[in-house]
């Protein structure tokens, strides 16, 4: 089959493009034909080696974590598939390589797609919905009449996580630049602050929920708009402990996680806020939980651009442009 490889940890050098055998199936893994394939930026963030210490990839390998399409074959443990069902995933870690003709997902990670959108659609929803189905719903708890603060509504996990909001029945609010204001408010956003222009520090206080995907900076000043026993749900870092132990890492990475944290568990302990670190698991019940809410049209995908599979590098190129609005999604077949 064909498919694109990182041959080094590299942020520059381009992902190749090569003939490589078949993935073989566990008992309990499906094989898929890949339709399409979303990008993330953490296909790019892995490919640079910036994730090695977690997700320790020997090269050369496949990259890719979201996939929609056909199953073509099942282990002998598989019984909830069978070949020829339309499906999607974003597979467990180590077992990603989407950007491939082929790829072996475990049936426990993996759902029917949605039946009222295309493969292309399916694809660009598993690793950012289920982002945003684990802040909001398993981490934070949001509920009916709170509030949550969304940043970067425009970005792949921020429009998946506008509409999920409001569904829970939250206010929203959200961070963009002018050219995507529209575009948020259609998703459902409540109050959109331009970025640029504004600070989200001085419009918003008094926040049940922040929902943090930038830097630093924006992290610690994301603690001042929520509201005592507030929570900060943070995607883009520092790993605490307590995800250490999630993982069940290492002492020494433990460690790591528990100094790379400190100052900001400091500071939320001082402000009376909750801190907590999220990165996404693989999870087939919570994709079926997103089926039905994309089948009863709560949540509708938002594409930028779909790039025909050649395209692989060009499609990861504008990915780490950040400035894709919505998802982008390359077509493999
Ligand atoms: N821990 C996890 O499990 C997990 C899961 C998913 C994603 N993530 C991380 O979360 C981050 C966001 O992911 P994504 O998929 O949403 O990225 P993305 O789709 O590449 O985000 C692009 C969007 O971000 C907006 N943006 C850029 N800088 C901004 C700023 N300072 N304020 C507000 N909006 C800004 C851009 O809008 P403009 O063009 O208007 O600037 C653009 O629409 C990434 O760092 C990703 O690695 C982590």
């Known amino acids: 089959m064909k498919a694109f490889l990182v041959e080094r940890y590299s942020k520059k050098e381009k992902l190749s493009l090569r003939e490589i055998p078949e993935p073989d199936i566990q008992d309990d893994e499906v094989l898929v034909q890949v339709h399409a394939a979303a990008v993330n930026p953490l296909d790019s963030k892995v490919k640079a080696g910036e994730f090695k210490i977690l997700l320790p990839y020997k090269t050369p390998f496949v990259l890719g974590h979201d996939v929609?399409?056909?199953?073509?074959?099942?282990?002998?443990?598989?019984?909830?598939?069978?070949p020829g069902d339309a499906v999607y995933s974003r597979p467990d870690d180590f077992r990603t390589g989407t950007f491939a003709e082929y790829v072996a997902v475990k049936e426990s990670s993996l759902a029917i797609?949605?039946?009222?959108?295309?493969?292309?659609?399916?694809?660009?929803?598993?690793?950012?919905?289920?982002?945003?189905?684990?802040?909001?719903?398993?981490?934070?708890?949001?509920?009916?009449?709170q509030k949550v603060f969304i940043q970067a509504g425009s970005g792949g996990v921020g429009i998946f996580a506008i509409q999920l909001a409001k569904h829970l029945?939250?206010?929203?609010?959200?961070?963009?630049?002018?050219?995507n204001v529209a575009m948020v408010k259609n998703l459902g956003a409540d109050v959109v602050i331009d970025y640029k222009k504004d600070d989200f520090e001085k419009a918003i206080r008094d926040y049940d929920v922040v929902l943090n995907s930038q830097d630093a900076a924006t992290l610690k000043k994301s603690m001042n708009v929520l509201k005592p026993q507030g929570r900060l749900v943070s995607i883009s870092g520092p790993p605490d402990p307590a995800f250490a132990d999630e993982i069940k890492a290492p002492w020494f990475v433990k460690q790591i996680m528990r100094a790379l944290s400190f100052g900001t568990r400091k500071a939320a302990k001082q402000l009376n806020i909750q801190y907590s670190f999220l990165f996404m698991k693989a999870s087939g019940n919570q994709l079926r939980q997103i089926t039905a809410l994309v089948e009863s049209g709560?949540?509708?995908?938002?594409?930028?651009?779909?790039?025909?599979?050649?395209?692989?590098?060009?499609?990861?190129?504008?990915?780490?442009?950040?400035?894709?609005?919505?998802?982008?999604?390359?077509?493999?077949?």
């Open 68 to 82: 929609a399409g056909t199953v073509v074959r099942v282990g002998a443990r598989v019984s909830g598939f069978k």
């Open 169 to 179: 029945g939250a206010t929203v609010a959200t961070t963009t630049s002018a050219a």
């Open 298 to 333: 709560a949540i509708l995908p938002v594409i930028d651009k779909i790039f025909p599979f050649d395209k692989t590098n060009e499609a990861l190129e504008y990915v780490e442009s950040g400035r894709a609005k919505g998802k982008v999604v390359i077509k493999v077949r």
């Open 113 to 145: 797609k949605p039946d009222n959108i295309t493969m292309e659609e399916a694809a660009s929803l598993p690793l950012v919905g289920l982002t945003a189905w684990q802040a909001l719903v398993e981490q934070a708890k949001l509920k009916k009449g």
